[in-house]
């Protein structure tokens, strides 16, 4: 979490409060792997390119494979396009893409 304790000097009670949350996860029982998938997943909704390519790299390194990670880009795409279909006028959204 190299990019975290860079930001530790700047708001150093955010800092812990995440790695605290990081730490009752890690023990909550939870497959590992998910875990992964959730903190890529998080990053995504973050909007931190820095931290989606970190923890891709994290998820493949332990055996994560490209299929589940490619999954999550499609929620994020889902959501774009759901933001998009939402902003449109009533008649625009009966109609298809």
């Known amino acids: 979490m190299t990019h975290g304790r860079r930001t ?11 790695a605290a949350l990081h730490t009752k996860v890690a023990a909550s029982g939870l497959d590992p792997a998910l875990l992964k998938l959730v903190r890529i997943r998080a990053s995504q909704v973050n909007g931190c390119a820095f931290c989606i390519d970190m923890h891709s790299k994290d998820a493949r390194r332990a055996g ?16 774009v396009l759901r933001r998009t279909r939402a902003s449109r006028s009533p008649s625009q959204r009966r109609s298809r893409w």
């Open 8 to 18: 530790s000097a700047f708001w150093q009670e955010g800092y812990d409060a995440i």
């Open 64 to 79: 994560e494979t490209e299929q589940r990670i490619y999954a999550l880009l499609g929620l994020a795409g889902d959501a």
